[in-house]
C-alpha cells in the first residue's frame, strides 16, 4: 500500500526507529511461528459491495478470490485454468474468516457525482485460507510467490503542458488510486513526503533527469528496498505519457506507456512491475521435483538452528529439510522442493534471509551451495 514515511529527523532518531522497527518485525516473526503460516496481507481483501444481500455477497466473495490468485499467482491465465474456472463457482471453499466493514467517502469524488461509496457503501472483508488457495493452484499446475515483496518507493515527476514540473508526495491526490492499485496488486509501495527535508536534497529536475546522487540521498530515510523514478507528461493532443527507469529485486526496468489519465498510468506501471516480480519469483507447489544441497555456516547455537530449518520448511514449494551433517558451526541440508534449484536460489537472495555465494562447490557430482544465515 502506499504509507506515509515519516521523517525521524536526525541520526539517533533514524537509529532509533530502526531498533523499534527490528524490535516489531521480532514480535512479528514470533507470532507468525506461533500462530502457524502467516503470509501478511496477500490473503486478505476487502471488496466494495452495495449491500449485504446474498446476490451482494456471492459477487464479493468470488472478486475477492480473483484478487488473491492474480496476487500470488504466477500465470497470466490463471483464471482461465478449469480448476481455477470451477473454484470461482464457490469460492465458499476458499477463505475462513468474512466480516462487513463501513466503506469510508471518497475525499476526491467530484460535486454532485455520486460518489464511488455511495454506490457501494460496505466493504466486504475476506481472509482466504493459504493452504487452500495454494493447493488449489497446485492442482492448476499455477507457480505461486507468497514471500517477502520489495518495498517500493516512487519518485514521480509530472511536467504539465505549460512545461512546469512538480514532484507528487504521499498527500497528492493522485496517491489513493495509486494506494488501490498496490494493495489490490500486493506490492508494498511508498510515495515520499515531498517535504522541506526532501526538497533540500532533490527537486523535480532531478528526478526528471535522473540524476543518481540526489535521488539516492533523498531516498535513505524512506528505507525502501527498491527506487523507480517516473516521468509523467501531458501528451501533445491528448492523455499522457510515463516513462520509469530503475530495478527492482534484480529486474531492471526501462520502459514507457501512454495512459488516458496519470492514475491509469500509474496503476499500468504497478501492474507491469508485479507481472515481472511474478514471472521471477513465482514458485510450482506440487510433488517435489528437485533437490538443493545448501551449506548453512554461522550455526553456532540451537536458536539459530532452529530458526533456520523454520524458514526453509515455510518457504512456498519446499517439499523437506533434512539436516544430513554438522561440523562444528557449519550444517549440510537437502532440501527437496517443487521447482527447480534455480528459482528456490533466486527466492532465497531476494529475501535475503540466508545469503548464498553466486556460484555452487562440488563434491563429486553434487553441486553443494555454500550460505551464511542472517535470520
Known amino acids: ?125 475476506l481472509e482466504f485460507d493459504r493452504q487452500s488457495v495454494l493447493d488449489l493452484l497446485a492442482a492448476a499446475d499455477v507457480p505461486v510467490w507468497t514471500g517477502d515483496r520489495p518495498e517500493l518507493l516512487l519518485w514521480i515527476a509530472v511536467e504539465e503542458a505549460d512545461g512546469r514540473r512538480s514532484l507528487v508526495g504521499a498527500d497528492h491526490p493522485w496517491a489513493p488510486p495509486l494506494a488501490d492499485a498496490a494493495r489490490r496488486l500486493g506490492l508494498p509501495v511508498t510515495l515520499p513526503l515531498v517535504d522541506l527535508t526532501d526538497l533540500a536534497q532533490l527537486g523535480a529536475r532531478d528526478v526528471w533527469a535522473r540524476f543518481r546522487e540526489p535521488v539516492e540521498v533523498a531516498s535513505e530515510r524512506y528505507d525502501a528496498d527498491a527506487v523507480l523514478l517516473v ?35 500509474l496503476e499500468a506501471l504497478l ?33 539459530r538452528y532452529a530458526a533456520l530449518v523454520r524458514y526453509l520448511d515455510g518457504l512456498t514449494g519446499v517439499k523437506d529439510t533434512q539436516v544430513v551433517q554438522v561440523q562444528e558451526r557449519s550444517l549440510l541440508l537437502r532440501v527437496s522442493a517443487a521447482d527447480t534449484v534455480e528459482r528456490l536460489l533466486d527466492l532465497l537472495r531476494l529475501e535475503r534471509r540466508l545469503e548464498t555465494a553466486p556460484e555452487p562447490e562440488r563434491a563429486g557430482d553434487v553441486r553443494i551451495w555454500r550460505g551464511r544465515w542472517r535470520g
Open 231 to 265: 516521468r509523467l507528461r501531458e501528451a501533445p493532443v491528448a492523455g499522457w505519457q510515463l516513462d520509469w527507469t530503475g530495478e527492482v529485486a534484480g529486474l531492471s526496468f526501462d520502459e514507457a506507456l501512454e495512459a488516458p489519465s496519470p492514475e491509469a498510468g
Open 1 to 125: 500500500m502506499v504509507a506515509e514515511s515519516r521523517c525521524t529527523g536526525g541520526r539517533a532518531r533514524r537509529l532509533a526507529g530502526r531498533v523499534l522497527r527490528g524490535l516489531a518485525a521480532g514480535l512479528l516473526a514470533a507470532s507468525a511461528a506461533l500462530a502457524g503460516a502467516a503470509e501478511g496481507d496477500l490473503f486478505r481483501v476487502a471488496v466494495p459491495v452495495a449491500d449485504q444481500g446474498s446476490a451482494a455477497r456471492a459477487a464479493g466473495e468470488r472478486a475477492g478470490l480473483v484478487r488473491v490468485l492474480e496476487r500470488v499467482a504466477g500465470a497470466p491465465d490463471v483464471l482461465d485454468r478449469p480448476e481455477v474456472r470451477v473454484a470461482l463457482d464457490d469460492p465458499r471453499r476458499y477463505y475462513r474468516s468474512a466480516g462487513y466493514a463501513r466503506r469510508p467517502e471518497d475525499p476526491t469524488g467530484e460535486a454532485g457525482a455520486e460518489a464511488p461509496a455511495e454506490r457501494e457503501p460496505w466493504l466486504l472483508e
Open 271 to 303: 501492474e507491469t512491475v508485479a507481472d515481472d516480480l511474478l514471472a521471477r519469483y513465482a514458485i510450482r507447489v506440487g510433488e517435489a521435483a528437485s533437490v538443493l544441497w545448501l551449506q548453512v555456516d554461522g550455526i553456532d547455537d540451537y536458536p
